[in-house]
Nanobody, 119 residues
Framework: QAQLVESGGGLVQAGGSLRLSCKAP???????????MAWYRQFPGKERELVAS???????NYADSVKGRFTISRDNSRKMVYLQMNSLKPEDTAVYYC??????????WGQGTQVTVSS
């Protein structure tokens, strides 16, 4: 079973919304709640870039390009992290990855989910 499982990607028209979800099925509650979580995206031929992050203490950061449009949240009881994406633009088209940094264990990645925004 994968460490992180993303879902919610797909095809949407510009101006539309999508909600990405990431579950950590193999985490116990204490591990997930103490982890920093984030969403990254990767454009073809480019390196992954940070979209949004939420720390174990719920400190949140966003890339300038998504501020005011995207919202990251987490539900520790469900071991889930979400990315609500509104007012999507064609330039948001990318593969989105869930990222987890576990204390004393390292960094983990999901398999990625494709988001395509048509103009």
């Amino acid at each position: 079973q994968a460490q992180l499982v993303e879902s919610g990607g797909g095809l949407v028209q510009a101006g539309g919304s999508l909600r990405l979800s990431c579950k950590a099925p193999r985490n116990i509650f204490s591990v997930f709640s103490s982890s920093d979580m984030a969403w990254y995206r990767q454009f073809p031929g480019k390196e992954r870039e940070l979209v949004a992050s939420i720390s174990s203490g719920r400190s949140i950061n966003y890339a300038d390009s998504v501020k005011g449009r995207f919202t990251i949240s987490r539900d520790n009881s469900r071991k889930m992290v979400y990315l609500q994406m509104n007012s999507l633009k064609p330039e948001d088209t990318a593969v989105y990855y869930c990222n987890q940094v576990r204390p004393n264990e390292g960094t983990f990645w999901g398999q990625g989910t494709q988001v395509t925004v048509s103009s």
